[in-house]
């Protein structure tokens, strides 16, 4: 009974992680390039399960009287757990603008902006981008855009962003964003800030397939209907674990004071 308790609380605390995805992916539903995180679920490792008899010694003495020989019975499964926690780069749909430093990348799900932040290169889809004092493209959180040639630097005025990422002004090549695709996309790593971090094995190469568009905004690929329907799954299934632990509580309780009774007497 002890083991029924243990694992309708692991599936209630699986439960709990995948509402907690969930609420992260609905409140970044208005996010620019927000990529919606997916909950991995897998099985606990199973326990094997023996039975011990004695031999009795009767198969034409190949066996020794009185050892025990263990016979399998067969696995015990112990609940779920968390298995991964990764993001889906699915493309969000885009949304004009107007405004010259907007950018939305094009792809197949596979395509990245580079900036630099204080902790080192990171990437993004959000492409919500201006203009600081300096020059530099930064942005909205003030961290430098790359390009070929290191930070951004844009002229003042409307400036034209071609389609693989040229900067132009006044018919003059200013700079090439950075656009960087990767070959293993599970090794890049959702940080916050709507970062992305190479954890040193996705990589990193510079993009052949994107397409840059100015005057557009990539909104976040999270489904508010999607999400809600999964969110109440959730519930209904974390509720469920939490009425059977309360079963099993209960048992275990009336095991307890049985077994008191019984010796007792």
Not at 219 to 239: H, T
């Amino acid at each position: 009974m002890v083991r029924g308790l243990y694992t309708a609380a692991s599936g209630a605390l699986v439960a709990q992680a995948q509402a907690d995805v969930i609420a992260n992916n609905l409140a970044n539903v208005n996010t620019n390039g927000f990529k919606q995180t997916l909950l991995q679920v897998a099985s606990s490792p199973d326990m094997r399960l023996f039975r011990f008899q004695t031999d009795p010694g009767q198969d034409s003495g190949k066996r020794t009287p009185g050892v025990s020989v263990a016979q399998p019975v067969g696995a015990l499964g112990l609940g779920a757990q968390v298995y991964d926690t990764p993001a889906s780069f699915g493309q969000g749909t885009l949304e004009h603008t107007g405004n010259s430093l907007d950018l939305a990348l094009s792809s197949q799900d596979n395509a990245f902006f580079a900036v630099q932040t204080p902790q080192g290169i990171r990437y993004t889809r959000d492409g919500q981008f201006a203009r600081d004092p300096q020059g530099y493209l930064v942005t909205m959180d003030g961290n430098r855009v790359l390009g070929r040639n290191g930070a951004v630097i844009v002229p003042a005025g409307d400036v034209l962003i071609g389609q693989d990422g040229t900067i132009t002004k006044g018919g003059r090549a200013v700079d090439q964003l950075r656009i960087t695709q990767f070959a293993n996309l599970t090794a890049l790593r959702p940080e916050g800030d709507n970062h992305f971090i190479d954890t040193g094995a996705a990589r990193p190469a510079p993009s052949t397939t994107a397409t840059v568009n100015q005057g557009f905004l990539e909104k976040s690929n999270a489904n508010v209907v999607r999400s809600m329907v999964d969110l109440i799954s959730a519930q209904r299934w974390f509720e469920a674990n939490e009425k059977t632990v309360q079963a099993e509580d209960q048992l275990t309780g009336l095991a307890i004071t049985s077994v008191g009774r019984t010796s007792g007497q």
